[in-house]
């Protein structure tokens, strides 16, 4: 059984940031990437950051104001989203890729004034 957590989102206003977490746990022989998604009302869930091996992928919406980066402990990743826009508003997903993908409950990001 694998169990995915995310936390850290909140209400901000634009240009502003917030620092998304995200830790599995359980049994996890091998992790592929890990990697942080979001959907907002309307809208198809989509990729916004993926890391692995160190090695990071951005969409180009948030391509120079995100950055994911990968924790000391195993199997958690973080989000520090920076100069955020109205359009960043979603529901933020992390996912642990194994085999299968494994995906967290989700975090709500709402970038208003």
């Not at 977490?21 to 869930?45: D, E, H, K, V």
């Not at 990071?56 to 980066?69: E, L, N």
């Amino acid at each position: 059984q694998v169990q995915v957590m995310e936390s850290g989102g909140g209400l901000v206003e634009p240009g502003g940031s917030l620092r998304l977490s995200c830790a599995a746990s359980g049994t996890i022989f091998s992790t592929r990437l890990m990697g942080w998604y979001r959907q907002a009302p309307g809208n198809q869930r989509e990729l916004v950051a993926i890391i692995s091996k160190g090695v990071p992928v951005y969409a180009d919406s948030v391509k120079g104001r995100f950055t994911i980066s990968e924790g000391n402990a195993e199997n958690t990743v973080f989000l520090q989203m920076n100069t955020l826009k109205p359009e960043d508003t979603a529901v933020y997903y992390c996912q642990i890729l194994t085999n299968i993908p494994h995906w967290g409950q989700g975090t709500q990001v709402t970038v208003s004034s």
